[in-house]
């Protein structure tokens, strides 16, 4: 039977930390409950009464009955001088009604002496204070050791104290943190060996910190040490240089070491959950993230696409459709006719041999003025079919005209400039008119496509902008550079980018909307 490591997600509160995303009350619970259906063990939803997000996620968890997952309050031990029943935190964290409480504690004797600035028999006190309250409440306790690598180099005798007197007063689990992000893969396996050996039977966990880019190396390490508890975020948000990946952790310990993590059934989705938590926070996703990233399983050059083409796994170091992601061609000035092949059969279009010169040309042609098509498979799907067939477009846009006022404040808060967009366009031999407002010109002028086209296409109601982004072409500096926009959209489950380039945003967007929407019609 394959040994089984444990994911506890910290998303919840780690991932809050970092200085971008953003996780209230119930996104928060909302991922919990997405994790407790793929079969995660433990959910970590905060601190309680550290903010009102937190404790909405906590109302709402005590109210829910979770299938699988865990869920775990955070905080400190008590304090110094402080009786713990008396802690107004110690008590906190029972108010939250968590099965689980997640506690943490100075490990290193420099962090005792110098931040804390209490004895260290008083911090062991503390420690065994209150897990041992904790425990007698009835509820299952883990112990996190902060700076528990620190701390080991710093004085190890003192290091190893915190942990035993965790463990001998109830602790069920006690966690290593790498709390600075800066110890190296040996020495993370040295330290975990010795906590293992040291704590039998008792739950020995991993919590690193991406500081130095060796996270996933470290939880790894720490693994093949005997560590069975490996505490992540999803995605690696998180502050500093970030947090562990937790879904990169789990893919690298199921797919190449053979442990067990979740279901198999659970791994296909992680692309679909890194995007999801994305969406949740508000955040971009990154393209090249390892596993999930949109070209992470991309082929671009002439011989790489042609290997990719008679054996997937000349160039891939898994198949993607074990984390849910998939092989992408892509295509550029840089690629050869094989990729122009593959990228078609992708598509879904067929195109003859003698065709795939003129398809490529199209492309160079394209790149000349200033679009990549790396991250805009929906324009070079409308591209290949545009330079191999006469096509009749469903729709033109004749005229366009967008109308900023505002009253010349420069103030960040207050009301917003009123934003008025007119497009005229043809559909076949007719023509239509339409103006419609927005929260800015690129939104005025997606309600003023839209307004038009609705009789003749409804489906495009349900269309919706889920990304948006704008880059100066480097090539051309000043005020007179090339812009280049990349739109995101998506219908139920659907996904798909566009890309528009012109002297300025309004027309670069422009171009992505008309591609967006016509991409709807077509596919």
């Not at 997952?69 to 108010?95: C, H």
């Not at 808060?413 to 031999?429: Q, W």
């Not at 739109?487 to 489950?493: P, Y």
Request: with cysteine; charged share 25%; proline share 3%.
């Amino acid at each position: 039977m394959k040994i089984l490591v444990k994911l506890y997600d910290v998303t919840g509160r780690d991932g809050t930390q970092d200085a971008e995303f953003k996780l209230p009350g119930k996104r928060k619970f909302k991922l919990a409950v997405r994790l407790d259906a793929m079969g995660f063990h433990y959910f970590e939803g905060g601190w309680p009464g550290a903010n009102a997000e937190s404790d909405e996620f906590f109302t709402l968890a005590a109210r829910h009955t979770f299938s699988r997952i865990k869920v775990a309050a955070f905080g400190s031990t008590g304090g110094k001088n402080l009786k713990v029943e008396s802690d107004p935190q110690v008590q906190a964290l029972l108010r939250a009604k968590t099965p689980i409480i997640t506690i943490y504690g100075k490990s290193s004797l420099w962090q005792v002496q110098n931040v804390l600035r209490c004895s260290p028999e008083e911090n062991l006190r503390m420690i065994t204070d209150t897990v041992a309250y904790l425990r007698a409440k009835g509820r299952t306790v883990f112990y996190d050791a902060e700076h528990g690598f620190d701390g080991f180099k710093y004085d190890a005798e003192y290091a190893r104290a915190t942990w035993c007197a965790a463990r001998e007063a109830g602790a069920e689990a006690v966690i290593l943190c790498d709390t600075n992000g800066g110890t190296l893969p040996r020495e993370i396996a040295k330290v975990t060996r010795e906590a293992v050996q040291l704590l039998p039977g008792c739950e020995v966990g991993i919590h690193p910190h991406n500081d130095c880019g060796i996270a996933t190396a470290n939880a790894l390490a720490a693994v093949e040490a005997g560590a069975r508890q490996v505490q992540g975020t999803i995605n690696g948000y998180g502050e500093r240089g970030t947090n562990l990946s937790l879904l990169e952790a789990a893919a690298n310990l199921q797919l190449k070491m053979g442990y067990h993590c979740l279901p198999a059934r659970s791994l296909r989705r992680f692309t679909e959950l890194s995007q999801f938590v994305d969406e949740l926070g508000d955040m971009q996703s990154n393209p090249r993230r390892p596993f999930f990233g949109d070209l992470v399983f991309s082929h671009n050059g002439g011989r790489h696409a042609h290997a990719v083409g008679l054996n997937a796994n000349s160039y891939q170091h898994i198949d993607p459709e074990h984390v849910g992601n998939r092989s992408t061609i892509i295509v550029s000035g840089q690629s050869g006719k094989a990729s122009i092949a593959l990228m078609a059969k992708n598509l879904g279009l067929r195109i003859r041999k003698e065709k795939f010169g003129l398809v490529l040309d199209a492309v160079k042609r394209q790149e000349a003025l200033g679009y990549s098509y790396r991250e805009a498979g929906a324009s070079l799907f409308l591209l290949f079919r545009q330079a191999v067939s006469k096509r009749t477009l469903p729709f033109t846009v004749s005229k366009y005209n967008v109308v900023l006022a505002g009253d010349g404040s420069l103030a960040a808060t207050g009301t917003s400039d009123e934003c008025t967009a007119t497009v005229k366009l043809r559909m076949g031999k007719k023509e239509f008119h339409a103006v419609a407002d927005g929260d800015g010109p690129v939104n005025a002028l997606d309600s003023a496509l839209r307004k038009a086209l609705a009789r003749s296409f409804p489906k495009l109601k349900q269309v919706q902008l889920v990304d948006y982004q704008v880059r100066i072409i480097k090539d051309r500096l000043g005020s007179a550079a090339k812009t280049r926009v990349l739109i995101g959209f998506r219908l139920s489950h659907r996904r798909w980018t566009t890309i528009g380039v012109g002297p300025n945003v309004i027309k670069a967007s422009l171009k992505a909307l008309i591609d967006g929407l016509e991409y709807a019609l077509l596919s």
